[in-house]
T-cell receptor, first 118, second 114 residues
Framework: AQKITQTQPGMFVQEKEAVTLDCTYDTSDPSYGLFWYKQPSSGEMIFLIYQGSYDQQNATEGRYSLNFQKARKSANLVISASQLGDSAMYFCAMREANRGSTLGRLYFGRGTQLTVWP | NAGVTQTPKFQVLKTGQSMTLQCAQD?????MSWYRQDPGMGLRLIHY???????DQGEVPNGYNVSRSTTEDFPLRLLSAAPSQTSVYFC?????????????FGSGTRLTVV
């Protein structure tokens, strides 16, 4: 079973609008961390935002926020006021804390290609 | 600068050739991993290590070998390259412990096997 599911292969948004990128996850570990990475066309992986399973508040980092719905096992990334430079591939990922042999492994979704148009 | 260093950045191999992708980190991270990225597939784990002398297989280990003789280095070996190994390879490292510690990624190696 997929640990991380991103159901949107591609998304389009107009500059200055907000956009939500979906991510659902699957784990039975009570302690886990959720990450979003951005991969621009240059190829590097850029860390954007983190949410811990025990965090009461949704994480925010500048224009990025994470809509964390624990019961639904979803961790959607919200980008406010999109900019042309936000055009990139976005990956959701999860790290489990207490899973024995899988400890320390990072599971990725297949990614969402975001295109911001003027 | 502290971080994860991958070499080479680009490589073209002929089918059947062997090569080693190098990965080094200077953050004293216990965990190191190799991923491959293919279009539409996200990043898939090849091999990982939880410390010097300890390695294990990930999702797609066939055709690759690893070893970890030091904390800093985690090379990935292709023994006999195949066109199916054409991909972008990322090395990543993280600290042992809580799940809130993120991964640091290298800049990637784009490998083409012809």
């Amino acid at each position: 079973a997929q640990k991380i599911t991103q159901t949107q292969p591609g998304m389009f948004v107009q500059e200055k609008e907000a956009v939500t990128l979906d991510c659902t996850y699957d784990t039975s570990d009570p302690s886990y961390g959720l990450f979003w990475y951005k991969q621009p066309s240059s190829g590097e992986m850029i860390f954007l935002i983190y949410q811990g399973s025990y965090d009461q508040q949704n994480a925010t980092e500048g224009r990025y926020s994470l809509n964390f719905q624990k019961a639904r096992k979803s961790a959607n990334l919200v980008i406010s006021a999109s900019q042309l430079g936000d055009s990139a591939m976005y990956f959701c990922a999860m790290r489990e804390a207490n899973r024995g042999s899988t400890l320390g492994r990072l599971y990725f979704g297949r990614g969402t290609q975001l295109t911001v148009w003027p | 600068n502290a971080g994860v260093t991958q070499t080479p950045k680009f490589q073209v191999l002929k089918t059947g050739q062997s090569m080693t992708l190098q990965c080094a980190q200077d953050m004293n991270h216990e965990y190191m991993s190799w991923y491959r990225q293919d279009p539409g597939m996200g990043l898939r784990l090849i091999h990982y290590s939880v410390g010097a002398g300890i390695t294990d297989q990930g999702e797609v280990p066939n055709g690759y070998n690893v070893s970890r003789s030091t904390t800093e280095d985690f090379p990935l070996r292709l023994l006999s390259a195949a066109p199916s190994q054409t991909s972008v390879y990322f090395c990543a490292s993280t600290r042992e412990g809580a799940s809130n510690y993120g991964y640091t990624f290298g800049s990637g190696t784009r490998l083409t096997v012809v």
